[in-house]
């Protein structure tokens, strides 16, 4: 599986981006696809996930309301919605997939099988 993520830019404060997640050579039916973030000097953390058969979705409490994660399975490409975009929500932003079931970790990096590279997202206030 590749994984290809887009959509980073600047945005001032209470703007919106959409990122997006092209994944090939294998679909996704039955995989669970996670958005992750990393700003500068801090580790990787959690934002988003969803169960890509179920549609069940899981976020990080910071971006409950704001953000939203989906997926279009005609297309194998998973998505984030981010909406009311804070200065702290600038990082660099990777998608990312696991082959299995992941409920239990599914907010751990490490559960996860494939990595897209990064899409940067800066936030001015």
């Known amino acids: 599986v590749q994984l290809q993520a887009s959509g980073g830019g600047l945005v001032q404060a209470g703007g919106s981006l959409r990122l997006s997640c092209a994944a090939s050579?294998?679909?996704?039916?039955?995989?669970?696809m996670g958005w992750f973030r990393q700003a500068p000097g801090k580790e990787r953390e959690f934002v988003a996930a969803?169960?890509?058969?179920?549609?069940?979705?899981y976020y990080t409490d910071s971006v409950k309301g704001r953000f939203t994660i989906s997926r279009d399975n005609t297309k194998n490409m998973g998505y984030l919605q981010m909406n009311s975009l804070k200065p702290e929500d600038a990082a660099v932003y990777y998608c990312?997939?696991?082959?299995?079931?992941?409920?239990?970790?599914?907010?751990?990096?490490?559960?996860?099988?494939?990595w897209g590279q990064g899409t940067q997202v800066t936030v001015s206030s």
């Open positions: 990312a997939a696991a082959l299995r079931s992941i409920l239990s970790t599914i907010r751990v990096p490490t559960s996860y099988d494939y």
């Open positions: 969803v169960r890509w058969g179920a549609g069940s979705t």
């Open positions: 050579g294998r679909t996704l039916s039955s995989y669970v």
